[in-house]
């Protein structure tokens, strides 16, 4: 008796989607690292909270997989792309992976759909909605990024500005209180 309920097509995608979350985990920590060699750990510590939530986000989509009897293949993670030149073009960065994350988001809910894979895409709609508060949270920190002096990146808003993120409660919360249902 077949007990799988997903399709070849959409186990294929949603295993990519998998990598492409674990891809996202290791940017932000990546990006997190650099940010600290740079001296600011308010960012460096508001990047790697950002990792663990994109790493709740490839374990919501495991679980996905195999609750509907489906193969979840773990597999090689991409490596991250190079160090941003400053802060700036790191928060830059940040939006276009987030933009990008979307594009590969949106492409899942419309294969559930031509399928009429209903339950994936109710499943999917989980993330449309957390892209968008993504996306609404990577533009803001550009957008004070820019204020605080865009390219200079030793002058004191911008240091005001990694203080801030240090403790500022950001969607992520904290690291610790994140689970896969709440990520
Ligand atoms: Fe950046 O969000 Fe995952 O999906």
């Known amino acids: 008796m077949i007990t799988n309920r997903l399709s070849k097509t959409l186990t ?3 295993n990519l989607q998998m990598t492409k979350e674990a891809h996202a985990s290791q940017i932000y920590l990546s990006y997190g690292a650099w940010a600290e ?9 508001f990047l790697f909270r950002h990792s663990q939530e994109e790493r709740n986000h490839m374990m919501k989509m495991l679980e996905y997989i195999l609750k ?3 193969e979840a293949v773990v597999t090689v993670i991409p490596a991250p792309p ?4 400053n802060i700036n073009t790191c928060f830059e960065k940040v ?3 987030e933009v990008d994350n979307t594009k590969a ?3 899942l809910v419309k294969m559930s759909f031509d ?5 994936t895409w109710n499943f999917m709609q989980w993330f449309v909605k957390e892209q968008i508060e993504e996306e609404t949270l990577a533009m803001s920190l550009l957008d004070k990024v820019k204020i605080a002096g865009s390219k200079k990146e030793n002058n004191t808003a911008l240091y005001s500005l990694d203080r801030d993120l240090e403790k500022t409660p950001d ?7 994140v689970t896969v249902d709440n990520p």
Do not use: C, M
Not at 82 to 85: G, L, R
Not at 171 to 177: F, I, L, R, T, V
């Open 12 to 14: 294929t995608a949603l």
């Open 37 to 45: 060699r740079q001296g600011f750990s308010g960012i460096a510590n």
């Open 68 to 70: 509907r009897g489906a």
């Open 82 to 85: 190079k160090n941003p030149e």
């Open 95 to 97: 939006f276009e992976h």
């Open 105 to 107: 988001v949106y492409k």
């Open 115 to 119: 399928e009429e894979d209903w339950a």
């Open 171 to 177: 969607e992520a919360k904290s690291a610790q209180d």
